[in-house]
């Protein structure tokens, strides 16, 4: 009698366990341009896990590092077609889907990384995100590369007029392109896959990017002057494709939108911790910094360009951001 109640209950729990239908999982693609052991990297492995904790199980995100899937403008293309699903990118190619987005990469706009992480958190940087959403683009959430500085082979960078001649790597970015112009510059734009070797073979002279980019891209090694100019403050976005966000439940997207904001924490506090020990670490590498830069100069150099931006956005657009406390 023991023995029959026994493989009853064996079989009823046996029933049950068929019963339960498996979760169903969903693998979305995730692209970025940067190494996993970068800002970026630390961002998109935020957002993998936290997504999957807060969908308890029913997404999950396969993370592609170093632009496995294609670059910034490809992989922004690709979210467009529906053929990849998330990627996190810098600004550089943005304006070209988004035009409105090209004002924050104004040379000298924001004051600090406080001020331009306030701008993009409050309400100018919330009202641009629903920019995309017409071009076939959900905007989770803005994160972050940080303050530009420029590097390159040829010789050390403190006045504007150091810069006359120099063949820069830029971003495929208008904003920039115009400005370094305006600096004597001779702007090259490029994605930034084939930015190492352009710089190893000499075809570009040096490029600029945030110190934390400097670091994981290891620019250091065909690089060996760097000027902290911290010319422009560069944002990025975590971006999702409407043909996978649109058939989302409100609650997974909410649990996505959550996800992102921890993404951009783990970001924000990457880049913190490598601004604080890049400038000795590029020493240690063999890099010459000039750390002290006269950006009034800078700024002087760019006054025409600035009326012409003035123009382009409208100057109250500009002077809402660059005065925002």
């Not at 993370?63 to 699903?85: H, K, P, V």
């Not at 100018?124 to 082979?153: C, H, V, Y």
């Not at 002279?205 to 110190?211: A, F, M, S």
């Not at 003035?310 to 660059?322: E, L, M, P, V, Y």
Request: hydrophobic share 45%.
């Amino acid at each position: 009698m023991r023995r029959f109640r026994f493989l009853r209950a064996a079989a009823v729990a046996c029933a049950t366990l068929i019963a339960v239908p498996a979760v169903a999982q969903t693998t979305l693609k995730m692209n970025i341009p940067l190494a996993r052991d970068s800002s970026y990297g630390v961002a998109v492995d935020t957002f993998a896990r936290e997504v999957e904790a807060r969908t308890g199980g029913r997404y999950r995100i396969q993370n592609f590092y170093s632009a496995a899937l294609g670059g910034e403008r490809e992989s922004i293309e690709a979210l467009q077609l529906g053929t990849l699903d998330l990627t996190m990118t810098s600004t550089g190619p943005v304006p070209n889907f988004v035009p409105e987005v090209a004002i924050f990469d104004i040379p000298f706009l924001f004051r600090d990384y406080a001020q331009a992480r306030a701008v993009l958190d409050g309400p100018i940087g919330q009202d641009m995100l629903k920019k995309f959403e017409p071009k076939g683009i959900e905007a989770l959430a803005w994160g972050e590369n940080g303050f530009r500085n420029m590097t390159n082979s040829k010789r050390p960078v403190r006045t504007p007029e150091d810069l006359k001649g120099l063949k820069m790597r830029t971003m495929e970015n208008p904003i920039h392109i115009e400005a370094y112009r305006a600096l004597g510059i001779l702007p090259t734009p490029m994605a930034f896959t084939e930015v190492f070797t352009a710089l190893q073979q000499g075809t570009v002279d040096g490029q600029e990017n945030p110190l934390s980019v400097i670091m994981s891209a290891k620019l250091y090694e065909v690089q060996k002057y760097l000027t902290l100019t911290g010319h422009v403050y560069s944002p990025a976005l975590i971006l999702m494709s409407k043909a996978k966000w649109d058939p989302l439940s409100a609650a997974d997207k909410q649990a996505f939108l959550a996800a992102a904001k921890d993404a951009v924490k783990a970001n924000r506090a990457r880049i913190d911790e490598d601004e604080k020990k890049a400038v000795a670490e590029l020493r240690a590498h063999g890099m010459q910094v000039v750390e002290h830069v006269d950006k009034a100069a800078f700024q002087a150099a760019l006054a025409p360009t600035f009326a012409d931006f003035g123009k382009k956005f409208g100057q109250a657009n500009i002077d809402r951001i660059r005065n925002y406390r």
